[in-house]
């Protein structure tokens, strides 16, 4: 029998399965404290819901199957803000600001090589109702605070507005297809080919050479700043945005972390405004990403401004395995017919908090106290029989050894 997983899938191991749990609970606390409250969502969706929403890309390298009771094509969940967008238009009772979390996981279609699997787990948040850049601030400020409250430090936030890409497009009447050419030359950081494009078009000398120094615009906020008196009008709003964000986020005491880069387009064509990467530096790594999106729920139902984010939970837990450790208390071997002290002793413990297994395997004790002190048990207890007798032996694994009245361990 085949005993191996699919290729685009991970198993975790005992410590990456506990790494991850502790992580997305940090991660969860934080984004209460931030007054989040959490969503669940169905991991299965309907296909016409999102197939006008979803990035085409993204809709393309979806996993569908069939309803065999209603006969509809479904969805397994490709992304968690489209779904959000999707919850947020079926509400009858709409009260803004809106602030939701979610944890679960999301299914792409990928080529299945090193990191590239089809089942990833995210964590995030989604804040809807709020135009203001204060929001996009505040979601960035989670983000932030979130990896510290991990222990996280080597880590950068990368921004970007993409309504300066936008803004190019309307300045020089660009249709889609054109306007995909040109968002190629950017992401791919193609120098050369921006000077032809733009040598195409009568231009001012200062927005030709913003046009093609896009790629290369990376940096803290003097590069914004510097910018603002050389674009036009239609430019000058986001650069204005990137400014502002940087202001609030300076007043959080977070614009340490702040890199602006325009020469990175996002993933979704769903965002409209700010958006960010979250960027580890030691394992040059996109952990998180998120934007504004202020068209996406209008799309479903209503018109809605909103912005989020999302950490990617399987990066995040290779960051940070071997960091927690799953503490186990206790572990007892009782070697006497009567195995109810084993129980009233593991049942006590418990009752006070502690993580207590009992060895309910017959073997060599020697044995057992190794196998207990390889799975992670601080402590072993032994019940034994001396002299018509029980007697309670406890072990630690830094070699001290107590020698107890049952009572005493019961008291």
């Known amino acids: 029998m085949k005993v191996d997983t699919p290729k685009g899938v991970r198993q975790l191991s005992f410590e ?7 992580i997305q609970k ?13 969503l669940y969502l169905p ?52 009260t803004f600001p809106l602030r939701v979390y979610y944890c679960g996981d999301i299914f792409r279609y990928t080529v299945p090589k090193a990191d590239n699997i089809y089942q990833r787990r995210q964590v995030g948040v989604e804040l809807i109702g ?21 222990g996280i430090s080597d880590f950068q936030i990368d921004i970007n507005n993409v309504k300066i890409h936008y803004g190019i497009k309307e300045i020089l009447n660009l249709d889609d297809g054109t306007f995909a050419e040109f968002m190629g030359f950017i992401k791919n950081r193609e120098i050369y080919n921006l000077k032809k494009f733009v040598s195409k078009f009568i231009l001012p000398e200062d927005l030709k050479e913003f046009i093609v120094s896009l790629p290369k615009l990376k940096g803290g906020i003097e590069i914004i700043s510097n910018l603002k008196d050389k674009l036009p009008t239609g430019l000058k709003e986001p650069i204005d945005e990137l400014v502002k964000i940087y202001s609030i986020l300076k007043e959080y005491g977070l614009s340490d972390y702040l890199v602006f880069d325009l020469g990175e387009p996002k993933e979704f064509e769903y965002y409209t405004g ?6 580890s530096v030691k394992n040059k790594k996109v952990i998180g990403t998120g934007g ?23 990066y995040l837990m290779d960051i940070l395995i071997g960091k927690f450790h799953n503490k186990k208390d206790y572990y007892i071997i009782d070697t006497t017919d009567d195995k109810l002290t084993a129980y009233r002793i593991a049942s006590n413990l418990r009752s006070k908090g502690f993580s207590v297994a009992r060895d309910i395997v017959k073997r ?7 196998i207990a002190f390889k799975k992670g048990f601080e402590n072993v207890i032994i019940i034994t029989v001396e002299n018509n007798k029980k007697r309670v032996y406890i072990f630690s694994k830094n070699g001290e050894k107590k020698v107890l009245e049952i009572k005493d361990i019961l008291g």
Do not use: C
């Open 26 to 38: 940090i991660i969860e606390d934080n984004f209460k404290l931030w007054g989040y409250d959490k």
């Open 292 to 314: 504004r999106y202020d068209n996406l729920i209008s799309k479903y139902n209503g018109d809605y401004p909103a912005t989020g984010f999302a950490f990617d939970l399987y």
């Open 130 to 150: 709020v135009p203001q850049i204060e929001a996009d601030a505040e979601v960035i400020a989670v983000a932030v605070t979130s990896l510290k409250s991990l």
């Open 43 to 94: 991991l299965i969706e309907y296909y016409h819901t999102h197939s006008k929403t979803l990035d085409k890309n993204l809709l393309k390298n979806s996993f569908r199957i069939v309803d065999r009771y209603e006969g509809e094509t479904l969805i397994l969940r490709p992304d968690f803000t489209t779904q959000i967008a999707r919850f947020v238009a079926s509400l009858k009772d709409k």
């Open 274 to 279: 700010i958006v960010f990467e979250v960027f």
């Open 16 to 22: 990456e399965s506990y790494t991850l749990d502790t």
């Open 364 to 370: 060599d004790v020697e044995k057992s106290m190794d």
